[in-house]
């Protein structure tokens, strides 16, 4: 890995730690959502660890984290799947809307 993408991880992680943990005191479960489905767009990776240490830390309870990795995931496959529908063709994107559906419908269910 290249030292520039490291850095970047590095300060989108602790941007993510930083933001949760601040939603989580001003807004409650909504703001930790807000936060999974807003940094969900780039990347799921950050959401996941940061989560992850905050049930650790006893910050985050082991449900809420649960439900905003999976938010984050399914904001991830949509910003994809909008960026397919954009760039691709419609055959493409037919495609990639199967294969994400297949991804997401479990999440989704475990959501409702």
Known sequence: MELPQALFFGLLYAAVILAVSAAK?????????????????????????????????????ASQAHISILIALVSNLCFKLGLVGFFSTRQMFRWTLCCFV?????????LI
């Open 25 to 61: 005191d001003y807004l409650g479960d909504r703001g930790v959502y807000i936060v999974a489905l807003i940094s969900g767009l780039t990347d799921v990776d950050a959401i996941t660890l940061s989560n992850a240490r905050l049930v650790q830390q006893g910050v985050l309870g």
């Open 102 to 110: 297949c991804l997401a419908l479990p999440a989704l269910l475990i």
